[in-house]
Nanobody, 124 residues
Framework: QVQLVESGGGLVQAGGSLRLSCAAS????????MGWFRQAPGKEREFVAA?????YYADSVKGRFTISRDNAKNTVYLQMNSLKPEDTAVYYC????????????????????WGKGTLVTVSS
């Protein structure tokens, strides 16, 4: 059993930065691929970034966002730079046991666990 709690969302102007955190409880954290997904108003949930050992990014955020993890702290981060209004969404943390980051990004299977989300709003 894994519980995921996101934090760090908020309101930021276009071009600004935010760092999201996802704190995980439970055992064997380092055996899970961890990822970020987002859902904008009126849109379907979409993949953003994932990490286990390697990383994998959606084309829309590559070069602007960086995913990282600290296994000692059971935490995954999403550093978001050069934010755009189209980045506005609820951002969700997800975990999947023994998945690769690429498999998570390609949506080859469902996620094992989800957080409740944190809202990121980017103003023009």
């Amino acid at each position: 059993q894994v519980q995921l709690v996101e934090s760090g969302g908020g309101l930021v102007q276009a071009g600004g930065s935010l760092r999201l955190s996802c704190a995980a409880s439970g055992r064997s954290f380092r055996n899970y691929a961890m990822g970020w997904f987002r859902q904008a108003p009126g849109k379907e949930r979409e993949f953003v970034a994932a990490i286990r050992s390697a990383t994998y990014y959606a084309d829309s955020v590559k070069g602007r966002f960086t995913i990282s993890r600290d296994n000692a702290k059971n935490t995954v981060y999403l550093q978001m730079n050069s934010l755009k209004p189209e980045d506005t969404a609820v951002y969700y943390c997800a975990a999947d046991y023994l998945r690769t980051a690429q498999a998570m990004g390609l949506g080859l299977d469902g996620m094992d666990y989800w957080g409740k989300g944190t809202l990121v709003t980017v103003s023009s």
